[in-house]
């Protein structure tokens, strides 16, 4: 079998290069996209480098921005080739009461979580389809799904992606082109960790495994979904929440 080509959004955060190393890991080329304004793609693949990875191909550009996907898109076929495995990871938060949010905070995050979907999206699923075979992964959130005071920005666009995941799903069944989304808990990654501490220990006293998720344990899933033994799954939400919340 050929080389599978994976491409992932938000690469370089905490989730991101987690998932990279899991297709790495599991002989995957890697396209890893990243935004130039937050990620410093030097520095990161200096540290990827140091820890054995040394083969991630990088794109930059803004998944709110269908400009930015195309040619993010462009480069990556141009350089690795087709790709087999999209996962729509790039996030953002802008936590903030309803009746202090302002519409850049609601427009930023339904922009960077959402739409994003469509954008990459858009660039991928056709070829996939035509090929006969494909993954995409979208990283939705617990959030999405039971809602979460101080987000209805995010919980908006986390639980629209797992509509956004279900339709497109049946779409593409037919095709050999799964589409699933994980929604994780409360992953140590530097967005969490940006919580005020005492508002993040209260959060983690309501985990029932009481700790946070590491980053491998969301990669792990990513690398199930994309293997041939999870060909039968599509249009799921996986929940990995250490308990926090049952749909
Ligand atoms: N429900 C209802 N009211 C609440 C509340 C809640 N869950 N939490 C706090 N309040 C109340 C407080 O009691 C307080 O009331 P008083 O002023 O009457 O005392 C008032 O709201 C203000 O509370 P804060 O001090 O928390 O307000 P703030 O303006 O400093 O902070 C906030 C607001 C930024 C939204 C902050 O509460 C916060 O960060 N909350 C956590 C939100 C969260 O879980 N974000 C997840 C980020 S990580 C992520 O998103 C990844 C993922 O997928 C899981």
Known sequence: MTQRIAFVTGAMGGLGTAICQAFANDGYKVVAAYHPQFDDKNAWLAEMEAAGYKDFICVA?????????????????????????LVNNAGITRDKFFAKMEKDQWDAVINTNLTSLFNMSKQF??????????????ISSVNGIKGQAGQTNYSAAKAGVIGFTKALAQEMAAKGVTVNAIAPGY???????????????GIVDTIPMKRLCKPEEIGGACSYIASELAAYMTGATLSINGGLYFQ
């Open 125 to 138: 699923s056709a070829k996939m389809a035509e090929r006969g075979w494909g993954r995409i992964i979208n």
């Open 61 to 85: 550009g803004d998944v709110s921005k269908l400009e930015d996907c195309q040619a993010m898109a462009a480069e990556a076929e141009a350089k690795a080739g087709p790709v087999d495995i």
């Open 187 to 201: 992953v140590a990654t530097k967005m969490v960790m940006a919580i005020r501490e005492d508002i993040l220990k």
